[in-house]
């Protein structure tokens, strides 16, 4: 039990810090609301219009498309880094790896093309 002690002190101390850091401000700061000060604050700049307008359509298939390129760009860096070592893959399935991946790449490019001729990434029609 007494190996224990200096952690047990220690996350005492974490606790009391953390409680006098949330505690301390509601018990010293001062309290004058204004309408300013109850406004929302928007990186400031001061809100306009409702919060509730709905984004163009275009955040999110560049959103969707961000992530799925993402994951697909995972998937090719772990299998570089199998590939690359000599324990990681069985030399009889280096090749039907090579040929998966092959097949992955093909089906990223072919979205990135078929994203590209729907006009996902331009942002303005003229």
Known sequence: MSEFL?????????????????????????????????????????????????????????AILFIVFDVELLYIYLWAVVLKSNTGLPDSARLSVLIVMLSLIGSVALAYLYAWRKGVFRWRSN
């Open 6 to 62: 200096p952690i047990f002190i220690y996350a005492l101390a974490v606790l009391g810090f953390a409680s006098f850091t949330l505690v301390a401000p509601h018990l010293i700061a001062p309290r004058k609301p204004t309408p300013v000060k109850d406004m929302p604050y928007e990186s400031g700049m001061d809100p306009i219009g409702d919060t509730r307008s709905p984004l163009s359509i275009k955040f999110y298939l560049i």
